[in-house]
C-alpha cells in the first residue's frame, strides 16, 4: 500500500495563489502529440495550476490529489473534474485519457506503482510528460541569496526526494519512449511580499518552522530586501522547467 506523505496541505492557502502557473506554449506542445484532445489527466495537481492550462486544449481534464485540503483550495473550471485520490490509484476508467501530466509532483510519487497506473489509463500512443523546476531566479545578486538559503540554511531540512528535483529528474525512472524536448520556462510578476510567501511555500521552510520554531524566510526578507529596494516593486521571477515526455 502507497503512503501518502503530505508535505503541502498546511501551505495549501498560500500555495494556489504564489506557486508559478506554467506556460500556455507547454500545453500547446504536449497537445501536438495526442491523436485526440478529449481527455486529459493531471495528477498531483495540488490546486490545479496545469489542470486549468489543459482546460484550454483539451475537453476534460481530470485533476487528482491526495490532500483534501489542497483540493478545497483548487481554481475552478467547469471543463475541471477535481479528485481527492492518489495518482498511484484511482477511479479513471482504463484506455481513457490522451494525455498525462504532472507538474512538479513526480518525485513524491511510488514510481513502480504510478507507472502502472499510467499505463493502465492511457491510450494506445498517449503521452505522459513530467516537470518540475527547482530555484527561481530574479537577478544575479539575489539569485546569490537564494541559492544559499536553499542549500546551506535549509540544507538538512529536505527530503531525498528533493534532492531528485535538484538533479534536474537525471536518476527518475521513465520507462516510456522518450521525446526530446525544448525548454520551456514559467514566469510570475512579484513583489517582495508574494516572493517570500512562494519561498513559504517549500516544504523544507516549513521541516524548518517545526523544528526550529521561527521562521527562517523573516531574516532573509530583510536581506533581500537591501536588493529590491522597495516592498511593493514588481519584478520578474523565472523558473527553468526540466521536462520528460514519453509515448506508450
Known amino acids: 500500500m502507497t503512503i501518502f506523505k503530505d508535505h503541502?496541505?498546511?501551505?495549501?492557502d498560500i500555495y494556489v495563489k504564489y506557486r508559478p502557473h506554467y506556460p500556455e506554449s507547454l500545453y500547446a506542445y504536449l497537445s501536438s502529440f495526442t491523436n485526440e484532445h478529449?481527455?486529459?489527466?493531471?495528477c498531483g495537481t495540488g490546486n490545479g495550476q496545469a489542470a486549468i492550462g489543459l482546460a484550454k486544449v483539451y475537453d476534460k481534464v481530470?485533476?487528482?490529489?491526495?490532500?483534501?485540503?489542497?483540493?478545497?483550495?483548487?481554481?475552478?473550471n467547469e471543463k475541471v473534474k477535481y479528485l481527492v485520490e492518489k495518482a498511484e490509484h484511482t477511479s479513471i476508467e482504463s484506455n481513457?485519457?490522451?494525455?498525462?501530466?504532472?507538474?512538479?509532483?513526480l518525485h513524491w510519487f511510488d514510481f513502480d506503482t504510478f507507472y502502472k497506473e499510467a499505463n493502465r489509463v492511457l491510450k494506445y500512443n498517449g503521452i505522459?510528460?513530467?516537470?518540475?523546476?527547482?530555484?527561481?531566479?530574479?537577478?544575479p545578486e539575489i539569485d546569490e541569496i537564494i541559492n544559499h538559503f536553499h542549500y546551506i540554511t535549509l540544507n538538512d531540512y529536505w527530503l531525498p526526494e528533493n534532492r531528485l528535483v535538484e538533479k534536474k529528474y537525471a536518476t527518475v525512472p521513465f520507462p516510456f519512449e522518450q521525446i526530446d524536448s525544448p525548454v520551456f520556462y514559467?514566469?510570475?510578476?512579484?513583489?517582495?511580499?508574494?516572493?517570500?510567501?512562494?519561498?513559504?511555500?517549500?516544504?523544507?521552510?516549513?521541516?524548518?518552522?517545526?523544528?526550529?520554531?521561527?521562521?527562517?524566510?523573516?531574516?532573509?526578507?530583510?536581506?533581500?530586501?537591501?536588493?529590491?529596494?522597495?516592498?511593493?516593486?514588481?519584478?520578474?521571477?523565472?523558473?527553468?522547467?526540466?521536462?520528460?515526455?514519453?509515448?506508450?
Open 38 to 42: 478529449k481527455l486529459a489527466w493531471d
Open 96 to 105: 481513457s485519457v490522451d494525455l498525462i501530466t504532472i507538474a512538479n509532483a
Open 186 to 248: 514559467s514566469e510570475k510578476i512579484m513583489n517582495l511580499k508574494d516572493f517570500i510567501s512562494y519561498l513559504n511555500t517549500w516544504s523544507a521552510v516549513q521541516r524548518f518552522i517545526d523544528i526550529n520554531k521561527f521562521n527562517p524566510t523573516e531574516e532573509l526578507q530583510i536581506e533581500i530586501m537591501k536588493i529590491w529596494n522597495k516592498t511593493d516593486a514588481e519584478k520578474k521571477v523565472t523558473w527553468e522547467l526540466t521536462l520528460k515526455v514519453g509515448r506508450v
Open 62 to 76: 481530470i485533476a487528482t490529489d491526495p490532500s483534501e485540503q489542497q483540493i478545497k483550495n483548487c481554481i475552478p
Open 128 to 139: 505522459i510528460a513530467a516537470w518540475s523546476y527547482c530555484l527561481p531566479s530574479v537577478s
Open 8 to 12: 503541502f496541505s498546511r501551505q495549501s
